[in-house]
């Protein structure tokens, strides 16, 4: 089975930080990943799928990039509304599409 | 506007079963594969099972191999899990995902582009 991490697990910031979070897979997935959004009490939001292509109605200044076993999400301008819990997911190993642990982002 | 609606959730004892529907509706049903997804409680995104556009092909987790069976039903635009032989780690927000795709040069690329709000299951005496 594909193992998937995610770094840091919680981070603190403030509005109009850019952010970075890194999810690394334990063998090469390729572009095989996308990134959620989940914020409490409510389902994911996917953000990001095959690695860096942005989903429909997303702002822009969420991106991801990476490939193989390593790959980014970013946040160019944290927004008050960015708070929540971001997961990310390899579908290379279908169809069981494993998820990472989720990086926490709260307000610093 | 697609619209994925789960039910069936509530109080369970240890040892027991429940089934749970997501009832779909905006898109058309039978051209999807459609999976669920589960959150204990303070928990993280834990894959649950998967399901085929046709209902020919199902997959599970090895948490719930044996215990719960994934089905749909294309002519009432449902899925379903049922579960059976409840345990505690079992309790959790159960959400049913549609399963979409990336063309990049005939390799598909597979994410999960709407859920519904999710159903909780209570698994306790």
């Known amino acids: 089975d594909i193992q998937m991490t995610q770094s840091p697990s919680s981070l603190s910031a403030s509005v109009g930080d850019r952010v970075t979070i890194t999810c690394r897979a334990s063998?090469?997935?390729?572009?095989?990943l996308n990134w959620y959004q989940q914020k409490p009490g409510k389902a994911p939001k996917l953000l990001i799928y095959?690695?860096?292509s942005l989903q429909s109605g997303v702002p822009s200044r969420f991106s991801g990039s990476g490939s193989g076993t390593d790959f980014t999400l970013t946040i160019s301008s944290l927004q008050p509304e960015d708070f929540a819990t971001y997961y990310c997911?390899?579908?290379?190993?279908?169809?069981?599409?494993?998820f990472g642990p989720g990086t926490k982002v709260d307000i610093k | 506007e697609v619209q994925l609606v789960e039910s069936g959730g509530g109080l369970v004892q240890p040892g027991g079963s429940l089934r749970l529907s997501c009832a779909a509706s905006g898109f058309t049903f039978s051209s999807y594969a459609m999976h669920w997804v589960r959150q204990a409680p303070g928990k993280g995104l834990e894959y649950v099972s998967a399901i085929s556009s046709n209902g020919g092909s199902t997959y599970y987790a090895n948490s719930v191999k044996g215990r719960f069976t994934i089905s749909r039903d294309n002519s009432k635009n449902t899925l379903y899990l049922q579960m059976g032989s409840l345990r505690a780690e079992d309790m959790a927000v159960y959400y049913c995902a549609r399963e979409n795709y990336y063309d990049s040069s005939g390799y598909y690329l597979y994410y999960f582009d709407y859920w519904g709000q999710g159903t909780l299951v209570t698994v306790s005496s």
């Open positions: 063998q090469s997935i390729s572009s095989y």
């Open positions: 997911q390899q579908s290379y190993s279908t169809p069981g599409f494993t």
């Open positions: 095959a690695a860096s």
